[in-house]
């Protein structure tokens, strides 16, 4: 499911509602103006049981949409606020789609160096081995004399030049399987602090939507847990959990000793403090900004290294094949002397 698409879904369903279009109608429209795909597929089958008379629980409950995005929807039905709902979940999936664009923007240009850098590689690995190389040896061959060290070094190491695109192509699987693998994906992604901050964020807007809506504390943070994949995170939210159950009321001890959620986030929220609904807003709004900064900061700094990555594996396969033609350019001064 394309987020942004999502997002602009719902801020145009919101519009409706409130202009008082039907719910079965306005989602009837709307899906006639999206594009072929599975989210049209979902809203289609949505807006047909809806209008058979299906109750929205029971017709939300097959869809495969997010699981937050069906409880709000139910929320919003029975508080009667189905455009507030339909406005926040928007504005939700809108700031994930921000976040998620610069990560996917700094990883995919990694990737395009790499495919560049392999065409480039083959091509010079090619040229070496079937035209330049057997082309230099007969040459120098037939010159019957004994070559300098430095050439003996470059001969030696261009024998092996097909070990760069090998170790090219070794890299460029490593990183497609980073994008395109969610197991490895997340567990080299939390190494960066973007990743933590955007999931930390995503965490408190989950848990602020709930709130603001009427669900209880121990049911939002209940929700959250089963959305959650990080199982820093999951542990986190069951502690959460486990002691409000036990009757811990003040939130800084219920987050205590927290694994993935920072001490910031537990100040942040406890600073509002019997107004949870608004310490989560002020959490997932800072812990927005910092992803968006440093995903940001790391997208300024992958640009210049994958491009001096670039330049080196062409500088120093183009190197090694223009060098051989140096004792041919100093034989030719000592004749022409």
Known sequence: MKTDEFAFFNQQ?????????????????????????????????????????????????????????????????????????????????????QVWTRLKSMMTYPLIVLIVALLISLVLSGAWAWVIGPAFKDIFAGMGVSLPGFTIFVFSTLESIWAFPAAIFIILLATLATIFLPVIREKILWHLPAFKEATVSRIASSIHLLLKNGVSLPEAISLAEQLETSPQAVADLKNWRQKLAHGTAKFSEVAAGNKLIPPMFTWLVSGAGENLTEGFKRAAEVYHARAIYRTEVALYMVLPLASLFLGAVVISQAFLVISMFLPMIAMLGGLSG
């Open 13 to 97: 369903l919101a519009a409706m509602l409130r202009d008082g279009i039907p719910l079965e109608g306005a989602l009837k429209r709307l899906c006639s103006e999206m594009r072929a795909g599975s989210l049209r597929n979902e809203l289609q089958a949505l807006e047909t049981d809806l209008a058979k008379g299906t109750p929205m629980a029971d017709a939300l409950a097959p869809r495969q949409l997010p699981e937050l995005y069906k409880r709000m929807i139910v929320v919003g039905v029975k508080g009667n606020d189905l455009p507030g709902a339909l406005t926040m979940l928007a504005d939700y999936f809108q700031r994930q789609n």
